[in-house]
């Protein structure tokens, strides 16, 4: 079963930065996708990057582009997200997650980590 931890959350003044990290273990394979989610309290989860692991192919939502990048370190089973320029509304649950689907719905993506905790205060 492939395992996701995610690290890196904390707590930012707005215009500032933070990198998410996603350690992916397990079973994986040349389809596997990793992707970013985030949930404010009240609201849905939203997809926020997603990252085809073997090719690097990435997507970024129209919401965070030019602020927020997705990256990997393949050698390393990690995935990041570097987040610049951070707003008081990018507050939120972060998420990663993997699927083996060409998909940015958070029901298609099969396994999760337990989150971590990105709050941005004005």
């Known amino acids: 079963q492939v395992q996701l931890v995610e690290s890196g959350g904390g707590s930012v003044q707005a215009g500032g930065s933070l990198r998410l990290s996603c350690a992916v273990s397990?079973?994986?394979?040349?389809?596997?996708?990793i992707g970013w989610f985030r949930q404010a309290p009240g609201k849905e989860r939203e997809g926020v990057a997603r990252?085809?692991?073997?090719?690097?192919?990435?997507y970024t939502a129209d919401s965070v582009k030019g602020r927020f990048t997705i990256s990997q370190d393949y050698a390393k089973n990690t995935v990041y997200l570097q987040m610049n320029s951070l707003k008081p509304e990018d507050t939120a649950m972060y998420y990663c997650?993997?699927?083996?689907?060409?998909?940015?719905?958070?029901?298609?993506?099969?396994?999760w980590g337990q989150g971590t905790q990105v709050s941005v205060s004005s």
């Open positions: 997650a993997a699927t083996s689907r060409a998909s940015t719905r958070a029901t298609d993506f099969d396994y």
């Open positions: 397990g079973p994986t394979n040349s389809r596997v996708y």
């Open positions: 990252i085809w692991a073997r090719w690097g192919v990435t």
